[in-house]
Structures are given as structure tokens and as C-alpha cells.
């Protein structure tokens, strides 16, 4: 086995050129280069957990603007009831008052009518009375001969018409 | 692979052979550039073009740079998920020794041996090497253990709720299996590449072997069953190299909880 035939000629350079390259090899690769690329990984780490956190803070951003929006949207729907319900109101009071108005006008008038028919009641009760009362008195003279004053006449009339 | 008088050698693999002359000396040792010391340098220029793709740091990763960033994420997630949040200062080193490790065990398997002249190496299946990467991580446990709890990192030798009575015989358990650890560490990456390599080139050896027999049947008997089954073992392989780095970057970190959180 040359390994072990060849240890006591070869050990000395075996392990010169072994230190020697292997020393490049920590110190250059091992130190120089793989700190790069590790620092180029933390790097990327590091960027990737800022854009994470940037776009948790967007997201939160969105939810509050949205929330806000909900918010205007709900009031502004509020304010558009309530204004209708104003106008609502407003018509509703404008229509009654002027059924009012209305009202009372139409009531004058049949106040005023009805008083003129009872007028003319009272004024055809009167007339009727007087005829009434020249018809008792001329019946009664016919029929008895005797003659009646007017007063008693009227008062028998006003009886019997139930006025008394 | 070397046909040596027509026979395959399935050793000949692992031979450290020096490129440029065997002259290359510091301090009395024998330092010269060997084939394994070129496939250590071709492992780590492997290793840097596979990261380049990691540098272009876009926000969006391309495929290349998402599978840079996929292996560092596994090796920081193994550390984050056995030692914790201070494994992440261990990451560069676990990340290097998992990244040399599979791309020097996947860089062995390569079939570059179509090539006449070149043979692959597999840097892992030689002890010298697994056994100095088994010491570096095991040094840092100590270095680590001792830095931050001080003689109380002894204390790892005592298990949770252990009676006094069984101390002495469970403290020197402990001790043992600790002290194993370096070993059991680079034994396993070294058999494990090396059996994996010695059947894969008897395998092939058997294939060669077949087709040039005398006999006309032993080619479609012999030669082309083995050749299936290799294929099969090859997938196999592919799996236990990366399953061996996964495994030494494992229990690296796992020695590495021991050290900082003790228990």
C-alpha cells in the first residue's frame, strides 16, 4: 500500500502542500468568499423581511382607509335618510297646514250657508206665522162670529207652532 | 492504472510521484510538487471558480450562485443546528473542510485516465493528508474546549448525573473515546476512499482481463457483468464521496458542540 510504503518520503510534502492549500482555502475562500455570500443571503433576508413588513404596513394602511371609507359611507347615508326624512316632514307639515287652511275656509262657507238657510227658515217660519195668524183670526171670526184680539190669536198661533 | 507485465495493479492509484524533479528541500525535508500536491491545488482552483459564482451577489440568484449559496446554507444550518448560534463563527472552517473534502473526493473519480499519460489522484485516500485534517479539527476542539471553559472542559469526561462510584471506570471510557476521535476521523475518509478505489480498478481490472483472454467466451461472461455492476458501484461511489464529507463536517461540528457548550 504506497500510503503507508511511501509515509516516510512523502509525509513532508504531503503535509506542506496540504497546509498550504488548505490555508488558501480558509483563508481565501473560507473567510473572504464565504462571508460575501453569506452576507449577500442576510442581505436578501433581511430585504425580503422589510418588504414583508412594508406590505403588513400597506395592508393595515388599506384596512384602515377602508374602514374610514365605511365609516363616510355610513354617515353620508345617515345624512341622506335624515334629509329625507326633512323633507318628508317638511311636506308632510306644509300639506296639513294648508288642509287646515283649506279646512276652515270650507267650514266659513257652510257656516255662512247654513247660516242663510236658517235665516231663511226663520223668515219663512215669520211669514208663515203672520199668514198663520190672519188665518186663525178670519176662521175663527167665520166660523163663531166672534171676534178674537190679535194678541191672543198670535199667542195660540206661537203655541200650537210650538215656539209658546 | 498502470499494466504492469499485463497485470493491473490496483495500488499503482495511490503512488505519490514527484512532478518536477524529487529536489525540492526546506529545513532537511523533501517538499517536492508531487501528483497529489497537483490534484490539492486543482481541489482548491475547483473550489474558488465553483465560488466565483457566488460573487456576483444579485438579489435574485442565478442557478450558479444558488448553488453556491445552497452548500453555504447547508454548512451554516449544520453548524446552526448542532452547535448554535457560536457555531456560526466555525462556518468558514467546517465550509472549507467539506468543500475540500467532496470536491478532492469527486475530483479522484474522474475519469481523466482516457487521457493517455494522465491518472487521477484521489488526495483523500492517503492518510497523511485525512490524518492531518483529522488533527486540525480535533486541535481546534481543544483549543476551543480549553479557551472557554478552562480545566473544566474535563468535565466532558464526566457524563450527566454519572454515580461517583462509576467514575473510575467511566472517566477512562470517555477519556479513550475522545482521544479516538482524531483517528476514527481520518480512518474512515482514507479506508473509505481507498477500498472504494481498490475494487473500482479490481473491477476494471477484471473487465480488461476478460476482453483479452484467449478464450472467446470469458469477454460477454465475465467482461460485461463486471462492467454493469461497475457502473452500479461508480453511482455508489459518487454517493460515498459526498457522504464522507458530509460525515467529516458532521462530526466536526459535533466535537465542536462538545467544546463550546460542554454537555
Known sequence: MPQLDQILQTYASQIFWL?????????????????????????????????????????????????????????????????????????AKANASRLAEVDAALNAKIAEGEAAVQKALDAARGEIEGVANELAGDLVGRLSGAKVDAANISQTVKAVMGHA | MAAEGGKIDPMHQFLVEPLFGNNLTVGGYNIAFTNSALWMVLTLAVIWLFMLGGMKRELVPGRWQAAVESVSGFISGMLRANVGPEGKKFTPYVFSLFMFILVANVMGMLPVGVVPGVHPFTVTSHFTVTGVLAILSFSIVLIVGFARHGLHFFSLFVPHGTPAVMLPLIVPIELISFLIRPFSLGLRLFVAMTAGHILMKVLAGFVIGGLNADAAWVAPVVSLPVFVLMVGISVLELLVCAIQAYVFALLTSLYLNDAVNLH
Not at chain 1, 22 to 45: A, H, N, W
Not at chain 1, 72 to 86: N, V
Open chain 1, 19 to 91: 497546509l498550504l492549500v488548505f490555508g488558501t482555502i480558509y483563508f481565501v475562500i473560507g473567510k473572504g468568499m464565504l462571508s460575501r455570500v453569506e452576507k449577500t443571503m442576510e442581505d436578501r433576508d433581511h430585504r425580503i423581511a422589510e418588504d414583508l413588513a412594508a406590505a403588513e404596513h400597506a395592508r393595515v394602511a388599506a384596512a384602515e382607509t377602508e374602514h374610514g371609507w365605511q365609516d363616510i359611507l355610513e354617515a353620508s347615508k345617515g345624512d341622506a335618510l335624515r334629509a329625507t326624512q326633512a323633507a318628508k316632514e317638511a311636506v
